[in-house]
């Protein structure tokens, strides 16, 4: 989630620069607008007009793809003008009106699976997108629902959606989420990060998405999950070794 011009800008630029050191490709992203949160006293961003312009400076800046999360037709229009990949949140993955439109921009779509779908129906989604001439798509696992409060990541997903023919991501810091776990907000669990993290790159995962910020116990959202900044550059070179194995 964009904070603020100042967070999200500092935060582009380090990872830009860890990620060019590592050899490792790198698109930054964040929300405009958690449009889901759990209670609705909950911060949800600065808003499309002022968030989109600062993904523009993030990419002219710091010199990398940005993304962003869409949730109407009427936004994934407008934010396919600032940014390279427009992501479908998980909760609205199977929203056809939302899907069209975005892939209609001609952007790369990233999908996030909803929690409470199975791998095979992922299919469904790319027909959609697909039946709008646009191939160039990514899926995003993040876990399905176990109980209540409670997500879990079966790695079998990975190779299942694989066999669509687009590459699959693991969203390592989502998937240790406890929706609702803490009442009027989501509460998690960090210390998992690496572990899915690594497990899903064994799989065969293509890439990994996780929430960064400089200091996860001030962070607006997701606070309990958030990878310290700090941290990134060794989890980032665990990970690389991991997929050079796997794919050599």
């Known amino acids: 989630m964009i904070e603020s011009r100042a967070v999200a800008l500092k935060t582009a630029k ?4 860890i990620t060019s050191e590592l050899k490792v490709p790198f698109i930054f992203k964040a929300s405009y607008d958690k449009a889901n949160r759990s209670s609705g006293k909950s911060f949800r961003g600065v808003g499309i007009e002022k968030g989109l312009k600062i993904l523009a ?3 002219k800046q710091a010199g990398v793809p940005v993304l962003t999360d869409v949730h109407s037709a009427k936004e994934a229009e407008r934010a396919a003008k600032y940014v390279d990949v427009l992501q479908i949140p998980a909760f609205l993955c199977r929203q056809t009106d939302l899907i069209s439109a ?3 921009t001609g952007r790369m ?3 996030k699976k909803g929690q409470f779908l199975s791998p095979v129906e992922i299919k469904n989604i790319i027909k959609k997108i697909e039946a709008k001439r646009n191939r160039k798509i990514i899926i995003t696992e993040r876990g399905f629902t176990f109980g209540y409060n409670n997500l879990v990541v079966d790695l079998k997903a ?3 959606m694989k066999k669509y023919g687009y590459p699959v991501v693991i969203d390592a810091t989502h998937a240790v989420q406890r929706p609702g776990g803490g ?3 989501s509460s998690g669990d960090r210390e998992f990060v690496e572990a899915i993290a690594r497990g899903a790159v064994a799989s065969g995962a293509s890439g990994v998405f996780m929430e960064v910020h400089p200091d996860p116990k001030r962070a607006k959202s997701d606070k309990d999950t958030q990878i ?3 941290s990134v550059k060794r989890i980032l070179k665990k990970l690389k070794s991991v997929y050079e194995v ?3």
Do not use: Q
């Open 183 to 185: 009442g009027d907000k």
């Open 158 to 160: 990975i190779s299942l």
């Open 246 to 248: 796997v794919n050599s």
């Open 102 to 104: 975005a892939a209609s």
């Open 109 to 111: 779509i990233n999908v």
């Open 57 to 59: 400076e993030i990419k």
């Open 14 to 17: 380090e990872l830009k620069r």
């Open 228 to 230: 310290p900044l700090k």
